[in-house]
């Protein structure tokens, strides 16, 4: 798993300079929830704020993501992939999407199947709740 997770980090940045693997993942969350509050982000990945924060910052100073005021809440700033960051963000997809084809290319179907088995079964894990007494 430590191999897996470093071969990841090291893609993120080869696929573009300024987009850490932790950016990428922030990123492919707004666009798939169409943008949501840093509070939010750094609830659902367990993150501390300052962490979010800081790579919120950073992927503001890129232009990757904007601050607009929620309609309904004009207190509450919500983050937006820009155009330049949906753009980003659909070329590093689709180049990892292009290392993962090459990789497996050589694998069998049954392997193939049992792997995507593993992997939405490893996703599909839940904490137990913690004691609180």
């Not at 993150?47 to 100073?61: M, P």
């Not at 207190?75 to 155009?83: A, N």
Request: net charge positive.
């Amino acid at each position: 798993m430590t191999v897996f997770a470093r071969r990841a980090r090291a893609s993120a940045g080869r696929m573009h300079p300024e987009l850490s693997l932790v950016s990428y993942t922030l990123l492919g969350h707004l666009e798939e929830r169409g943008g949501c509050r840093a509070t939010d982000l750094a609830a659902h990945y367990a993150l501390d704020k300052s962490t979010v924060s800081r790579q919120v910052a950073a992927l503001e100073r890129t232009g990757l993501i904007e601050r607009r005021l929620d309609p309904e809440d004009h207190r509450v700033q919500v983050l937006h992939l820009t155009d330049t960051g949906r753009e980003i963000l659909a070329q590093v997809t689709e180049s990892r999407r292009a290392a993962f084809r090459e990789r497996l290319a050589d694998w069998p179907e049954e392997d193939l199947q049992r792997f995507a088995t593993y992997l939405t079964r490893y996703n599909a894990w839940i904490p137990a709740p913690k004691d609180r007494g």
